[in-house]
């Protein structure tokens, strides 16, 4: 039974379309902030692999760099900070306030469980106007090990006590569902346009095209 649930954050609960013009402005293209961050992960990722620790900060600035090395547009300082630094103050997906205040009101614990870094997380959770529905925002930074290494997880789990089985997580990246997977969390995969499950591995048990739809599933198992 699923007693603490671990929400992502970035695509999951905040939209980072909000950046797009921003990358428009500094690279004449709205579509490089996708670029942008799958960089910014395969860095976060290779760190990991490699034993170099990456925040995900020095990541963000770093794929910055690679992005205008590969377009050929310089990006300053200035720019570099103002896009990173907006990753603070994104806006929620139009249906997540109330699909969390549904589950909220089940009674479950609920944490947001993100790769940012502490204070970038806090930002981001309370300037989105949601951190009323959480009981604690958890960086995997404070265990130095970014998800989908095991040790973010791991340390929900003993934040509040319980077993890995009994922590689901729920986001919008297929890599993080098959971290928490893999685990022993169980696992909600929110579809928002484009994501589509690994077809390797365990598989979640929950998915649905945004988080209204995981939501009310979560909340039906719960019953069941």
Known sequence: MTTVIAFDVNETLLDLRALDPR????????????????????????GGLTGEYVDFTTAQHAALRM?????????????????????SSLPPHPEVPAALARLRATGVTM??????????????????????????????????????APEPYRAVAQRFGVTLASVRLVAAHAWDISGALAAGCRAALVQRPGVVASPLGPQPDITGPSLTEVADQIIQASAD
Not at 114 to 139: C, H, K, P, Y
């Open 111 to 148: 944490v947001a469980l993100t790769n940012s870094v502490q204070a970038v997380a806090e930002a981001q959770i309370a300037n989105a106007g949601l951190r009323d529905q959480f009981d604690s925002v958890m960086s995997a930074d404070s265990v130095r090990r970014l998800k989908p």
């Open 23 to 46: 990358f428009a402005d500094v690279f004449g293209d709205a579509g490089l902030r996708q670029q942008w961050f799958a960089q910014m992960l395969q860095l976060s990722f290779v």
């Open 67 to 87: 992005l205008s090395a590969r377009t050929g547009k310089v990006i300053s300082a200035a720019q570099s900070a103002a896009i990173v630094g907006a990753m």
